[in-house]
């Protein structure tokens, strides 16, 4: 499945499977073979950023 390029949607994307499926962002993003700061920096655009704590973009 690809990404979604629409920040919005990104979002919704990525802390479902960080919820459902991945330990972490690395997890995700090692496991997709796409780079941390290609989804960091597209959701900082949008105001998220990555909390290790709770798994998810807030």
Do not use: H, W
């Not at 073979?33 to 798994?55: A, H, M, Q, V």
């Amino acid at each position: 499945m690809e990404l979604p390029k629409d920040p919005v949607m990104l979002l919704s994307v990525i802390n479902t499977e960080l919820r459902d499926k991945y330990p972490s962002l690395d997890a995700l993003c090692e496991d997709r073979e796409i780079t941390k700061t290609s989804i960091t920096d597209t959701l900082k655009g949008i105001d998220y950023e990555y909390d290790n704590i709770r798994n998810q973009f807030v």
